[in-house]
């Protein structure tokens, strides 16, 4: 008895001694893969709808997809970082109605607050070329990381959504929503209203 007492002090030794000798395995924590993106280039694209966007190259541009005398529908397709940018166009039915508005567009941004770990803003205040709003990045796992509105205060408004084609896992999308940022950005602050009033 004593001696198999002793055999197995010595094995329980031998292998404590062994796991504590340095050279135990770490498991590395997890990696994304790396994209690839070229640099930032741009280009003005217009149609239909009564603005004009300074748009990403690598942004599939489409046309309205659809289009009424006062509102129309835009889905841009975000090419490499699989995803969809819809913009929301909407004729101001009066000026007391702005504020109902703008309400609904930061409804729907509250609708991720369950989810958003961090919630930042971004006032857009631009007199040049008469647009004014608010530009919103949600972090965490949230269905869309960006959305924004801009408007004239008087005549036109349009409200802004990312949704990208994925699971929404923050860490591994970090890359590619610091790049769709600074795009979204380049849009927002050179954004401008077609007839705009002077």
């Known amino acids: 008895m004593n001696r198999f007492f002793i055999s197995f002090l010595g094995c329980s030794l031998i292998i404590l001694l062994y796991a504590c000798n340095g050279d135990s395995v770490v498991p590395k924590p997890p990696t994304y893969l790396r994209m690839d ?88 205040i631009n007199p040049k070329n008469n647009v004014y709003g608010t530009f919103f990045e949600l972090k965490g796992n949230v269905a869309t990381n960006f959305q924004f509105y801009l408007t004239d205060s008087v005549k036109h408004f349009l409200r802004g959504e990312i949704l990208l084609n994925c699971r929404p896992n923050y860490d591994s999308l970090r890359p590619s929503l610091e790049y769709l940022k600074v795009d979204l950005m380049e849009m927002v602050n050179n954004f401008q209203w077609k007839n705009r009033k002077k």
């Open 37 to 124: 993106l070229p640099d930032h280039t741009y280009r003005t694209v217009s149609d239909a709808c009564p603005y004009e966007l300074k748009l990403a190259e690598i942004y599939n541009y489409k046309p309205c997809s659809f289009e009424q005398s006062n509102f129309c529908v835009q889905h841009i397709d975000l090419g490499p970082l699989n995803g969809s940018l819809f913009l929301y166009y909407i004729d101001i039915p009066s000026k007391d109605s702005l504020p109902e508005i703008i309400n609904y567009a930061n409804d729907k941004v509250d609708e991720h607050k369950i989810k958003a770990d961090k919630i930042d803003f971004k006032q857009i």
